[in-house]
């Protein structure tokens, strides 16, 4: 229920600040270009996709390195060890200086 009403309020919020910018009209440099005379609400909602786009591609970008990578080994589980290490002796060996 609370995520309905968030989520309405956020609708008006942006339906206001649309309507409150319907009007205006501003110029954009993008690198060796300019354009003249574009609505604002355009480039609000241009720059908010481009933004969910990204985040979008990053989120990808790192699920999937994450898969190719090997996980790492969890706390608490033992290591397999090699079969060819000869087994500790039962007593240690006495120091011939003893």
Avoid at 4 to 24: E, K, P, Q, R, T
Avoid at 78 to 83: E, G, I, N, Q, R
Wanted: glycine share 4%; hydrophobic share 50%; charged share 20%.
């Amino acid at each position: 229920m609370a995520q309905i009403i968030f989520n309405i309020v956020f609708l008006l919020v942006l339906a206001a600040v649309i309507i409150l910018n319907v009007g205006h009209r501003t110029s954009i440099d993008l690198f060796f270009r300019e354009f003249q005379d574009v609505p604002v609400v355009a480039i609000v909602f241009l720059s908010f996709v481009l933004g969910v786009l990204y985040a979008f591609c990053y989120t990808v970008y790192w699920k999937i390195k994450k898969k190719i990578r090997k996980p790492a080994p969890e706390k608490g589980k033992k290591k397999d060890f090699p079969d060819d290490i000869p087994p500790l002796p039962e007593e240690p060996p006495v120091s011939p200086l003893l």
